[in-house]
């Protein structure tokens, strides 16, 4: 009975302590877009997320703009790394590594105030760029080489303004006589292939039929490729980031080709739904550390 009292006893004085503890008050940080000190800004970018770090703690990443409630007051030290949706997945977002993370010190948090950071980044100075600054716009003197592929000598690609995200773009027809159009970029070399650093290609897209992309690679005397992604129809310009580093560590080649195929496809009952397809693709970029 008097273990039974004290241990009640005790409870009621650590109920009646809680009670007069005053309930902290969170300081709010509101984190806006990054401006993106690259050619093009943010307008030629898609950096829909912040990765947060304040005094040195992972506090989560949220889509931007967004207003995070934190519990620190006073100079704190805020970290965002710009993210990206990897693949274009929206659940698979990550830090974009060839951005420069923002960093700033004594950044003054107020309990039930909002302080409001603007981010901003640029490419690493590290960043290697193995197609070459600017060639894969398509719109100056020195653009990245494309060939056809495919074994129709009467379709093939062009270089052109009509409807271009900026400047000029590559543009893939097809159509019932001609279903099948394929090219490849000209080759790149000297890729990282043991997983560190990872490589990505960035591009622009519109296309108004499902197309895919490939890596084209030497496999002994002759050349392979590997599926890398299918995008689905966009009726308008879309930014994507896709993450090549896993495939080339799977096939151990530091030299491959963008190889990118639009056809149209039979249903069924081997009727074409779709009589003609356009694929327009952009401001190619494969990047890595």
């Given at each position: 009975m008097y273990r039974i009292l004290t241990s009640?006893?005790?409870?009621a004085l650590l109920l009646s302590s809680c009670k007069d503890t005053p309930e902290q008050i969170p300081s709010y940080i509101r984190i806006e877009p990054f401006v993106v000190n690259a050619q093009g800004d943010a307008?030629?970018?898609?950096i829909t997320d912040g990765w947060l770090y304040v005094n040195g703690e992972y506090l989560g990443a949220y889509t931007l703009p967004a207003e995070v409630p934190i519990l620190a007051?006073?100079?704190?030290?805020?970290?965002?790394?710009p993210g990206v949706k990897e693949n274009g997945i929206a659940t698979s977002p990550n830090i974009y590594p060839n951005l420069t993370r923002w960093d700033a010190t004594g950044i003054a948090l107020t309990p039930a105030q909002t302080?409001?950071?603007k981010p901003s980044t640029t490419y690493d100075q590290r960043a290697v760029f193995p197609f070459g600054a600017g060639r894969g716009d398509f719109d100056g003197g020195s653009n990245i080489v494309i060939e056809n592929r495919d074994d129709d000598p009467d379709n093939g690609f062009s270089i052109t303004s009509d409807s271009a995200f900026f400047g000029k773009c590559i543009l893939m027809q097809v159509d019932t006589a001609h279903p099948l159009l394929d090219i490849a970029t000209e080759k790149v070399i000297n890729i990282p292939v043991s997983g560190s650093p990872e490589v990505w290609v960035e591009m622009h897209y519109k296309c108004d039929i499902p197309y895919f992309l490939y890596i084209a690679y030497?496999?002994?005397g002759?050349?392979?490729v590997r599926a890398v992604y299918q995008f689905n129809t966009s009726a308008s310009w879309n930014k994507i980031y896709i993450?090549?580093?896993?495939?080339?560590?799977d096939v151990q080649t530091p030299q491959f080709r963008l190889y990118f195929r639009a056809s149209l496809n039979k249903d069924a009952t081997g009727?074409?739904?779709?009589?003609?397809g356009a694929v327009r693709i952009d401001n190619i970029r494969i990047t890595h550390l």
């Open positions: 009640s006893f005790a409870l307008s030629w970018h898609k007051e006073g100079p704190c030290n805020i970290i965002v790394f302080t409001v950071v030497p496999n002994g002759s050349e392979s993450n090549l580093t896993e495939t080339l560590t009727k074409y739904p779709q009589l003609r």
